[in-house]
């Protein structure tokens, strides 16, 4: 009996959260006790943090630091599982549209130039006329500056 409460209890978790199961909340569970530092139900974001730079790199730290943050300076166990109750192919998505930003921003200064939009866009073979291009980079180029910024790209990207 006590088993199929354990059961029950388990089935209701992995409900509260859509994309973790049983097996990936009590790994969560156990770095959240890992990373208390006291007998309080919550864990300060700053001891967050230096897990995070401890044990992954420095990208996922900022990545999930910035979900964690408007919790305020401490998270307690269910504001940490819902914060990590993502879909992985999302995330993964939002890594491949950075990863393409980046590798049109030739000049590494953060933003993409029309020039290095156009330059990247011909690598299609014709497909888009000078005028096409030109359209579609003033529409990705929100504020009108002659620079497609990372979250002006990212927003552009999201969009189609």
């Not at 599982?81 to 939002?94: A, G, I, R, T, V």
Request: overall charge negative; hydrophobic content about 30%; some cysteine.
């Amino acid at each position: 009996m006590e088993g199929q409460n354990n059961e029950g209890k388990t089935s209701k978790k992995e409900n509260n959260y859509k994309f973790l199961n049983s097996d990936e909340i009590n790994n969560l569970e156990y770095i959240f006790n890992k990373i208390k530092k006291n007998k309080n139900d919550n864990v300060s974001i700053q001891n967050i943090h230096k897990f995070l730079l401890n044990n992954h790199n420095k990208d996922i730290c900022d990545d999930l630091l910035e979900f964690f943050h408007i919790y305020g300076s401490t998270i307690t166990l269910d504001d940490f599982l819902n914060s990590l109750n993502c879909d992985m192919n999302e995330f993964k998505s939002k890594e491949k549209v950075k990863m393409l930003f980046e590798l049109l921003d030739t000049n590494k200064k953060g933003y993409i130039s029309y020039k290095n939009f156009v330059q990247s866009a011909k690598q299609f073979e014709d497909e888009f006329t000078e005028d096409m291009l030109n359209d579609i980079f003033h529409i990705m180029d929100l504020n009108n500056n002659n620079k497609i910024l990372f979250d002006e790209f990212k927003n552009s990207i999201s969009n189609i």
